[in-house]
């Protein structure tokens, strides 16, 4: 008892950054909001001077909702501006630490990162690959990663990344709707300790995708593949012959720099665009603010590169401000629990940005193993990807932070391009639990679905009301669903984020998670329906509807509710390691079902519409709520039953 008042009271409390790190923050000018929001053009202008331009730009804003121009008609390279500027300062420095799986590691200083850039993007240039051609990379956590996203910027080549441990299936309908002409891979990586057949699931998917001129195969894991006559080739002999000086090409301001594939509503995944000028202004600058990035800082941004938080900060962000990033492999339990403590340790690094998610499974492994390790190089730490939890942020603060470090939360999405919502580490009173505010020059509100704004504490839907340099630019290929998904609620000059929040009289936003068909697994976007889809893809499947089930550790678990087409009597069982399987072949492990309930029937609306609500309240055993618009109320009883049976 005592022991959850204490808690409850710590919840409470509020946390100052220490004095020292108020005094030497990068931004710790308090009326940095105030200032930001009598000119937010002029704020914006004043900050993409922090990057380079080939030429300036004609205008800071051209907005017509939900159209945005920012900084048009100026030109710049994003690869320039990740490598070559620095390069000029200081070549010598490590852009670049790769910690592998098997403890192996490699170092690039700047001078070494450019010319790997350089050398590949010639190599690509050789290839056929041209300004605007849409080059898909499905590497794992690799150097070669970076560089190809390099190269890519260097060449005017948007990039789009899937992540690795998408299937096949994913990867195809991603390379299709890009229209994607060449990919990049490897043979195969480690994780934990076994191989993964990287090549043979590439080569799968591209079955499917047949428009693919090229297939460029990196050699990590030194086991042997087929290659296709024509179509693959090595990554050493693309680069072989190849000399350093591919020139960056000058991009105008809003050509596109890339494509991230993201989880919404529908089944198929929506291709987020994002352009150049825009995205490097905004990732450079809350790089520097909320990560506070020093010319001495070692940055560790534990995201993988398949995800926007890999984009935006352990590639562009970063490494435009000049930084040190770490860039790991592998996973954290791999040889053991304190692999990340180790890195840390090995490192010295100071800034440590990661998922709660993590943050909750390293709690439950025990304060013992940090305690291991020298964490006294930590200076700050971030997380992102879904609401930490008051008990979380406290470990974080304590247990890796020494109660020394800073917590920023940072809260932002794959159309946001980048942070939103943030402490900034010099300025702002912490409470755990909470993002606190939104960085200068965004305004976020909270509104109900007229678009008023709730009473103070209330929940509402979370929404952005100005335009940010690094905003989605449309949906790829499919302009109305840009339009349809965020900015038809209330009008086009408002997005709609799709997250539950509140603030508190203090004026801090508590998202309180997602309202639409998204959920978060373990710190992933997926979509509730792009899961059914892959259920009913399977013969015996009639019909099927997902949920997301609150989890103590990863967030939520997918819960799948299936109507087969005939009873699985006996081979029920069977059934469902051959259904969770059959998801992890059509998207990937990270989307396998925690439990298949199967039902004769789903709780669906008169017109045969699931309910969403009311399968939410089944699967977490909350209150049902109004059920009379139900086909079937019986339905609700026997499916709590089942629930509760499972556990
Ligand atoms: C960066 C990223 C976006 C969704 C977003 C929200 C959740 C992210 C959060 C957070 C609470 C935070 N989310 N950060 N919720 N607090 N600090 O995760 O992008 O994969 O597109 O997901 O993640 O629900 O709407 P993405």
Redesign the pocket.
Known sequence: MTETIESLLKEQQEFQPPEDFVKNANMNDPHIYEKAEADIEGFWEGLAENIDWFKKWDTVLDWQPPHAKWFNGGKLNASYNCLDRHVLKHGDKTALIWEGEMENSETYTYKELRDATARFAAGLKELGVKKGDVVTIYLPMIPEAVIAMLACARIGAPHSVVFAGFSSEALAQRVEDAHSRFVITCNGYFHKGNLIQQKERADKGLENAPAVEKVIVVDHAANVIPMKKERDVWWNDVIHNMDSECEPEPMDSEDILFIMY??GTTGRPKGVVHTTGGYMVGTHVTSNWIFDLKDDDIFWCTADIG???GH?YLVYGPLSNGATIVMHEGAPDYPDKGRFWDIVEKYGVTIFYT??TAIRTFMKWGDEIPEKYDLSSLRLLG??????NPKAWLWYYEIIGKSKCPIV????????GM?M??PLPGITTMKPGT?TRPFPGIKANILDDEGNEVPMGSGGY?ALQNPWPSMIRTINGDEQRFIDTYWSKWGTDTYL???GARKDEDGNFW?L??LDD?I?VS???LGTMEIESALVSHPSVAEAAVDGKVDEIKGEVIYAYVILDSSCGDSCSLLEDELKQHVVDEIGPIARPKKIIFTEELPKTRSGKIMRRVLKAITNGTEIGDISTLQDPAVVEDLKRKVNEIG
Not at 409 to 416: A, L, P, S
């Open positions: 993201t989880s995800w926007i938080t935006s998922a709660p997380s992102v990807g879904e609401p930490i939360d940072t809260w932002w999405q794959t159309e946001t942070i919502i943030s993002a979370l984020a799709g997250d998202i998670g997602r998204v978060k710190g992933h976007r």
